[in-house]
């Protein structure tokens, strides 16, 4: 079946199920919920797609801004030049020799070279990746694991009640579903939604519209008040794409596979007018439909994730295979993550947000044992983003997806966590936690605000504040310096979406009652320290 016929075919899926947790349950009749209506909605020219990569845990800002480091140092509990060297003092340029001497670690935009900051200046030059380093939050200053990460993965100050902002960006979709069905918005090969002759029910017929990488997460935390259409919810994938609705191999099931392909028309068209069947073996038919559907789309994708990278013109490129002049990936398994993440919303455009963690490369919170845990980890992340912005930029204009000629630059990788940490180094060779934190983000260059102006640029200047010698020591932007809360990453989402008024979609009237605001993708960045 080709890819085409597929989609169409996969329009009368009805079911794609998500787990509601009891905790979720409970909490429906308590939460006021958000008002989607109020939402001001202007459907977008094209529909991005966004890759949310969070960093659980916390990540130190520090690889990415040591533009304190001399300050730091002197003030820290502990020495950072006797932990990692005398380098850490010193810049270092494209004519220093860094396997001698000091091995100098400061990057000239002040990324910590040996924790990924030499793949961070390679992607702010190539114009891939704009670096926010006021990610600060100040409404409410929790350092709380569970807290933060609610606040953050929901967008929101209310987090007991609050949805995930993936199921909150499902909802305003669906909400504002005619206007998108009305307008001329297309996927990213330029395929109109409102087309019926390609999606029979618009929004609703997209094939896996949100999806997990990393199963059950905050993200897709359901509404209270208000439920997900099914085939707006989340499902889960792993990086092999296997198909959740498969039934185990243990044994022979091919007299059940014969029966249920030359049964499933006849039952559907005996159930039809029938209600009270329909409504008592509907879900069991469902379940039969979406397992062949579902079969025919990770098979799909299961070949485009073992097919070939695209080719790399330059042959000094550090990402290309000398062999075959193909992109290639590190070999890790948070790059397989980010490859597979990448695959799909390349392969699939209707595919709008996706939920990725980062499997092997451990934990974020970085209390003890951190000197080399922590830049081995920074570097390996870094490295596969890099290959990622890669990746996503040699396939624009491609014509792999459908027949048609597909756009790229409507992609998104945005990189974040639960907040930053101390940067005292602590007794135990570690930071503790703290409020700001940096925003790493990557691509979308055809749906940002500003266009490819919004990338390639570093935002925000902090300071190192705090009383010396103790675990108190953290940085803070400056007071000319551009900052804005962890919710606005959500409400730049909702923007990126459609919608013009996104405070909305981050406001409460409780904790929160104007929202939050996207970020200034507009701003203007600082210049390189050297």
Avoid at 353 to 360: A, E, K
Avoid at 376 to 390: C, E, I, Q, T
Avoid at 488 to 494: D, E, G, L, N, T
Wanted: proline fraction near 5%; charged fraction near 20%; hydrophobic fraction near 35%.
């Amino acid at each position: 079946m080709n890819r085409r016929s597929f989609l169409r075919n996969l329009a009368l899926a009805p079911v794609l199920p998500s787990a509601l947790s009891l905790s979720m349950l409970s909490q429906r009749a308590a939460a006021a919920g958000l008002n989607y209506e109020a939402i001001n909605f202007t459907a977008p020219a094209v529909m991005p797609q966004i890759i949310n990569i969070f960093l659980y845990g916390g990540a130190s800002e520090l690889a990415g801004n040591i533009t304190n480091i001399a300050d730091i140092n002197t003030n820290s509990e502990n020495s950072y030049t006797a932990a990692f060297g005398s380098g850490m003092l010193e810049n270092r340029d494209s004519d220093t020799d860094v396997n001698n001497g000091n091995n100098p670690q400061i990057t000239p935009y002040g990324f910590w070279a040996r924790a990924g900051g030499t793949f961070m200046e390679d992607m702010i030059a190539s114009g891939d990746m704009s670096v926010y380093r006021t990610l600060h939050r100040r409404k409410n200053g929790t350092r709380s694991h569970r807290e933060a990460i609610f606040i953050n993965q929901k967008g929101a100050l209310d987090v007991e009640n609050a949805p995930g902002l993936g199921t909150r960006l499902a909802l305003m979709l669906y909400t504002n579903r005619n206007t998108l069905a009305s307008s001329n918005c297309t996927l990213a090969d330029g395929r109109r939604i409102g087309d019926t002759s390609e999606f029979e029910q618009g929004l609703l017929s997209l094939p896996l519209p949100f999806v997990s990488f990393e199963g059950q997460t905050t993200a897709f935390a359901q509404d209270p008040s208000l439920q997900t259409p099914f085939a707006l919810r989340d499902l889960s994938l792993n990086t092999n794409f296997d198909n959740p609705y498969s039934r185990s191999k243990s044994f022979n099931d091919s007299a059940i596979d014969t029966m249920v392909n030359d049964r499933i028309d006849q039952l559907v068209a005996n159930l039809s007018g029938q209600t009270a069947y329909a409504q008592r073996f509907q879900k069991a038919v469902s379940g039969f439909e979406a397992r062949a559907t579902m079969a025919n789309l990770v098979g799909d994708l299961s070949d485009a994730r073992d097919a070939e990278l695209p080719l790399v013109a330059d042959v000094g490129d550090p990402d290309r295979n000398a062999d075959t002049g193909r992109l290639v990936y590190p070999n890790t398994n948070f790059a397989s993550q980010v490859r597979a993440a990448v695959t799909l919303a390349i392969h699939n455009p209707s595919t709008l947000y996706v939920s990725v963690g980062t499997p092997g490369l451990g934990g974020w919170d970085d209390h003890n044992n951190a000197i080399d845990r922590y830049r081995n980890r920074m570097r390996d992340m870094m490295h596969a983003l890099r290959v990622a912005a890669k990746h996503i930029r040699l396939m624009n204009n491609s014509t792999i997806v459908s027949g048609n000629t597909r756009r790229t630059d409507n992609i998104i990788i945005n990189v974040w966590g639960d907040f930053g940490r101390l940067v005292n180094l602590n007794n135990s060779m570690g930071w503790d936690h703290a409020n700001n934190q940096n925003l790493y983000t990557i691509g979308g260059a055809g749906i940002r605000p500003g266009g490819s102006a919004a990338l390639g640029k570093v935002v925000g200047t902090t300071e190192r504040t705090g009383r010396t010698k103790t675990n108190n020591q953290y940085t803070q932007p400056t007071s000319d310096s551009y900052e804005c809360e962890p919710m606005s990453v959500a409400a730049s989402m909702y923007q990126y979406f459609g919608a013009q008024n996104p405070q909305v979609m981050t406001a409460d009237s409780v904790y929160n009652p104007s929202g939050d605001v996207p970020m200034d993708e507009t701003v203007a960045g600082i210049s390189p320290l050297f």
